[in-house]
């Protein structure tokens, strides 16, 4: 069974910063993803653990950074300029694959964290 852990979240003014932490077995992808009230559950980046490969959806570009530490055990998601539109749930995914193919898809990942809030208020 593998167990991933977040920490991170909170409440911050738009235009504030939050770094999450997502601590277990690194997948070949590990994700982050995020859940606001009413609605489902998208994929915000994701990082290729074997290369440092990462991508991000548009809406999250040039404004958070995915990073993994040395060891692998920790994935990283620095949340800079915040805004209210980012409130949600915010989880960490791992997916183990043969394939160089990590995706924003939910149901591609195997294993989740139980996520962790992050509050932006105007």
């Known amino acids: 069974q593998v167990t991933l852990v977040e920490s991170g979240g909170g409440s911050v003014q738009a235009g504030g910063s939050l770094r999450l932490s997502c601590t277990g077995p690194?997948?070949?992808?590990m994700g982050w993803f995020r859940q606001a009230p009413g609605k489902e559950r998208e994929g915000v980046a994701f990082?290729?653990?074997?290369?440092?490969?990462?991508a991000y959806r548009d809406f999250v570009k040039g404004r958070f950074t995915i990073s993994q530490d040395n060891a692998k055990t920790t994935v990283f998601l620095q949340m800079n300029g915040l805004k209210p539109e980012d409130t949600a749930m915010y989880y960490c995914a791992a997916r183990w694959t043969v394939r160089r193919d990590c995706s924003f898809i939910t149901d591609e990942y195997n294993y989740w964290g139980r996520g962790t809030q992050v509050t932006v208020s105007s």
């Open positions: 990082i290729y653990t074997i290369s440092g490969q990462t």
């Open positions: 690194a997948g070949t992808c």
